[in-house]
């Protein structure tokens, strides 16, 4: 079974930054697309961002564009998610997730997921 680890999160004061990693030990993801999905409590999932195999190819919602960065490096079968200028409504569980080929955002072609790091940004 394939296993996603995600690490880095936190609790942070408003207008912070943390970082946030998600390894598949053992297995290589190079050939498909990677997100960060978040979840806050009494909301659905929401996808925040999206990052191709082409590495150029990335995808952000309008609510975190010009603050959060995904990148990967694919000979460390990782991806990371670096969030800046947090607000206390990024406060959410952060999963990491893999599957489709494309950068896509529907959460059904995502078949492998992380067990979820929570993020807390205090006002």
């Known amino acids: 079974q394939v296993q996603l680890v995600e690490s880095g999160g936190g609790l942070v004061q408003a207008g912070g930054s943390l970082r946030l990693s998600c390894a598949a030990p053992?297995?290589?993801?190079?050939?498909?697309?990677m997100a960060w999905f978040r979840q806050a409590p009494g909301k659905e999932r929401e996808c925040v961002a999206v990052?191709?195999?082409?590495?150029?190819?990335?995808y952000y919602p309008d609510s975190v564009k010009g603050r959060f960065t995904i990148s990967r490096d694919n000979a460390k079968n990782t991806v990371y998610l670096q969030m800046n200028s947090l607000k206390p409504e990024d406060t959410a569980v952060y999963y990491c997730?893999?599957?489709?080929?494309?950068?896509?955002?529907?959460?059904?072609?995502?078949?492998?997921w992380g067990q979820g790091t929570q993020v807390t940004v205090s006002s």
């Open positions: 997730a893999t599957g489709p080929r494309v950068v896509t955002t529907e959460e059904s072609t995502y078949n492998y």
């Open positions: 053992g297995r290589t993801f190079s050939s498909y697309a």
């Open positions: 990052i191709g195999w082409i590495i150029s190819r990335t």
